[in-house]
């Protein structure tokens, strides 16, 4: 029986960028099914008791983005701990990390892999400096890793995406999901969060195949 992997995350998440490689690699090994579920983090968070990084006291954001750069040079991944097209203090366009979301969503709606598709719009705002809230943009980073970026915007806002959006944004609430990534495995209720428990999630998994 193939085990099921769900990971909470928004595509604003620096640390779901950093899961990246770790992520595919544990997939890849456990031969487990890996369902990626972006969910509405503005509106969950402050119902579930975490603290957005605009939010934070300023010493709080600094340390966020020394731990960055740590996390960065560790795993050998390149980031820019301030990226230009991330909103640091104000959100003028309340869904501009939603629509990304979507994308991913509407990826493995039509039955495709959309973790390549997923770590590319992550790496473009942690890494290229590119503003995934431009519909052009993600067109451009579908097209570029093998997909059909034109297809997958015209669904990002169909019925059945906003709908799983919203499924996914309700699971994370119920199951008091208050970061990114949190990674839960097999239906359970057990909750991995961040990309440094990847290694306990890597535990779960080979006690679950014997």
Not at 21 to 46: C, E, G, N, S, T
């Amino acid at each position: 029986m193939t085990i099921q992997l769900d990971c909470y995350y928004s595509l604003s998440s620096p640390w779901a960028y950093f899961a990246g490689p770790q992520l595919q690699d544990i997939v890849r090994r456990h031969k487990v099914k890996l369902v990626l579920k972006p969910y509405d983090f503005q509106a969950v968070i402050p119902k579930t008791g975490g603290v957005p990084i605009r939010t934070r006291p300023e010493p709080r954001r600094t340390y966020h983005d020394e731990e960055l750069a740590r996390w960065g040079q560790y795993l050998g991944m390149p980031i820019v701990t301030q990226p230009a097209h991330y909103p640091r203090y104000e959100v003028q366009d309340k869904d501009w990390n939603k629509y990304a979301g979507w994308m991913v969503i509407a990826a493995q709606q039509q039955g495709l892999d959309a973790f390549v598709l997923s770590h590319a719009l992550l790496r473009a705002l942690w890494a290229e400096e590119r503003d995934t809230s431009r519909p052009e943009v993600r067109i451009a980073i579908a097209d570029e890793n093998g997909y059909d970026g034109k297809a997958l915007h015209a669904l990002e806002k169909a019925p059945a995406v906003l709908q799983q959006y919203q499924a996914y944004s309700d699971e994370a609430e119920r199951l008091g999901v208050f970061g990114a990534p949190t990674f839960i495995i097999g239906g359970t209720t057990e909750r991995f969060w961040g990309q440094d428990r990847l290694f306990f999630v890597d535990r779960a998994l080979e006690r679950l195949r014997g």
